[in-house]
């Protein structure tokens, strides 16, 4: 998916478990299929997950996961997998690495949640949790600045997509996102990449919440991605008013959803089908809504 990325196989993880956690070198490997694009994931036995970052920007990951989701963890009323090793580079692989509790669940889809009303309460109870917990000392979030700081990329991207989809209406829609005024108010804790693929549903209910890889504080409004990937119609007005958000505030999640998916669409086209389908599916339902704006 990326032109500097490590090649990683079920050979090289078994070598580094076996050199650095000879305990668990016994236990079963296998490669999980996910959308996801930073990390290759394994799971371990059945309690254990390993997560290798793919590419150099993603090593940063492993060492603010380590540290902050055992600080938040308690706070929360879903599951997130808690850290248990931190690998080292080794075996010629060049990054840190992680050993990770394994959720039991799968995705979450339309199809798996029993409830999708019950899920958006739950969710959003979620969010309200943890932007409730302390966060003076919190990282800056990736996601949590200003849409301004994506208006360049965002645009390129839309460029890069002439001809396969209404460029017309997706500006439209990405610059009424960029007029809603800034956050104003305190910095708090965010996700930064909640859709379907990092939550999970176990017997058709929300159970998890998985791959805190640009976790951070900011802008709350990056954590309302979910409402045009997992919600619609009825379900993504009780997140909405769960959560209690402004109208400006849900207008830059509304811009957080189009620029995260433009911006995936060209670069994902040929490599990751799952991914460019979702971010086409969050791309028509903001402009759908937009209709009724």
């Known amino acids: 998916m990326h032109l500097d990325e490590v090649e990683i196989d079920a050979g090289l993880v078994r070598r ?5 956690f000879s305990d668990w070198s016994a236990l079963p490997l296998e490669a999980v299929e996910s959308a996801g694009t930073d990390n290759a994931i394994y799971r371990l036995g ?3 997950a390993v997560r290798l970052p793919r590419v150099a920007g993603a090593v940063g990951q492993v060492r603010d996961e380590h540290r902050w989701l055992p600080v938040l963890a308690p706070h ?3 599951a997130i997998p808690l850290p248990v090793a931190s690998g080292r580079p080794g075996e010629g692989y060049p990054f840190p690495w992680s050993v990770s509790e394994w959720l039991p ?3 979450a889809t339309r199809g798996s949640v029993a409830d999708l009303r019950r899920a958006a309460t739950s969710l959003a109870g979620f969010i309200v949790a943890l932007q409730q917990i302390d966060s003076a000392r919190g990282p800056e979030s990736a996601r949590g600045v200003p849409l301004q700081r994506r208006d360049e990329r965002t645009r390129v991207a839309i460029a890069a997509l002439e001809g396969k989809l209404d460029t017309d209406a997706v500006t439209a829609a990405w610059e009424e996102a960029l007029r809603a005024p800034e ?3 305190r910095r708090v804790w965010t996700h930064g990449d ?3 693929g990092n939550l999970l549903v176990d017997r058709g209910r929300l159970s998890g919440v998985i791959d805190f890889g ?3 504080v900011g802008d709350p409004a990056c954590d309302l991605i979910v409402a045009w990937s997992l919600f619609s119609d009825e379900s993504r007005a009780d997140f909405r008013a769960a959560l209690g958000v402004d109208d400006a ?3 830059r999640g509304r811009g957080w959803a189009l620029s995260v998916s433009l911006i995936a669409l060209p670069y994902y086209e040929t490599t990751n089908p799952v991914m460019v389908a979702n971010a086409k599916h969050r791309i028509d339902e903001v402009l759908a809504e937009r209709e009724t704006w």
């Open 194 to 196: 909640l859709y379907d």
């Open 16 to 20: 580094l478990i076996a050199a650095q």
């Open 76 to 78: 929360l009323p879903l």
């Open 46 to 48: 059945n309690e254990l």
């Open 214 to 216: 640009v976790l951070g």
């Open 183 to 185: 956050w104003q108010g």
């Open 105 to 107: 669940g799968e995705p």
């Open 249 to 251: 505030t849900w207008a």
